[in-house]
């Protein structure tokens, strides 16, 4: 195991020098930044500024040479490059990271947990009214796009805010912002403040991940219980629960273990959604800043977080693999 891992994460690095590569040539062909920062100053700056400002931020050699002293500056000395709007970048990637990972993982969990009981029970009373309900609720999901659920949900909170702070005077859903603007100094009031502007954003965002995830364990299980060894295990007479639970359920995770690590990339993009209509500060607004901008190294910086964290999601997934399967061994 502990070889079959270090020869995946060898593996890994070509594949992120190579979209590294090709997302740097995307980034400096769609402009450059200090036009863009300098393109309203009234009056315009001369051209010495504009060149100095351009040394500052290596854009005066070949595009290729840009990408190599980048690249090479990351892996020697944790250099990420300088930013047009004079962010440390690695910093802000490490704290933007935080706050987008604290809604991911959340959402992660609220979905996993809706769609595993969903879908077993979808499963388990196929073409029942149950089943039918979920299935309804699942293609509705499906078919509204996240910024629209988003923004159902803040214009609903809202009107219950108004509401309910003319009958008692508070507000009891956050709508705006990961945390208060002062937020409370003891330890359970930090996490009760985490917890009430995290409901709406993860909400929005688990609903959309569930709908495709419920969708895949139910077909998922469909097929596993018509398999003959689940067949065997209910003519040797054992209940239905333990059919499901110690037979089919096991063996109908191992293609889910992979769509949810291949989740993992469509939840960074849905973030990006999330975290704008309500206002978050996290990796959505870092990258649009920086794509608005035309910022290559702030940009290069979240797209190579951003494909470490799948590249190691689906290194965790292949893992997993081995525990839900034991006749699965990697050598």
């Not at 440390?88 to 704290?95: C, F, K, M, W, Y």
């Not at 009981?117 to 609720?137: H, N, P």
């Not at 912002?177 to 917890?195: A, E, H, K, L």
């Not at 291949?262 to 959505?284: P, S």
């Amino acid at each position: 195991m502990l070889v079959f891992t270090i020869r995946r994460l060898f593996q890994a690095i070509p594949i992120l020098i190579v979209s590294s590569f090709l997302s740097f040539w995307l980034a400096t062909v769609s402009g450059d930044p200090v036009t863009q920062k300098f393109a309203l100053r009234n009056p315009p700056p001369s051209k010495a500024i504009l060149d100095l400002t351009r040394h500052n931020m290596r854009l005066d050699r070949p595009w290729i040479t840009q990408y190599w002293d980048w690249l090479w500056g990351l892996v020697s000395r944790g250099d990420w490059g300088p930013s047009i709007d004079g962010l440390q970048i690695g910093s802000a990637i490490g704290t933007a990271l935080a706050v987008t990972l604290r809604l991911i993982l959340a959402a992660m969990i609220i979905a996993l947990v809706l769609a595993m009981a969903s879908g077993i029970i979808s499963a388990y009373r196929q073409y029942s009214k149950v089943d039918y309900s979920f299935t309804f609720v699942g293609f509705v999901f499906l078919a509204m796009p996240t910024f629209w659920i988003a923004a159902l949900l803040k214009e609903g909170a809202i009107q219950f805010n108004n509401s309910w702070q003319s009958s008692f005077g508070t507000r009891p859903i956050q709508t705006v912002g990961q945390q208060s603007i002062v937020p409370p100094t003891d330890f359970f009031g930090r996490m009760s403040d985490y917890g009430t502007h995290l409901v709406l954003p993860t909400i929005s965002l688990a609903l959309i991940t569930y709908a495709a995830w419920s969708r895949f364990v139910r077909g998922s299980l469909l097929e596993v219980l018509n398999s003959d060894y689940v067949r065997l295990a209910r003519a040797k007479g054992l209940t239905p629960r333990r059919v499901m639970f110690r037979h089919a359920l096991r063996t109908a995770l191992i293609p889910m273990t992979t769509v949810t690590a291949l989740t993992i990339a469509a939840l960074f993009g849905g973030a990006i959604i999330t975290e704008r209509v309500f206002q978050w500060r996290g990796m959505g607004t870092l990258i649009i800043n920086a794509i608005n901008e035309r910022d290559r190294y702030v940009i290069m910086g979240w797209l190579l977080v951003v494909g470490l964290i799948v590249v190691l999601g689906n290194i965790i997934a292949d893992l997993l693999y081995a525990v839900l399967d034991p006749r699965i061994r990697y050598e």
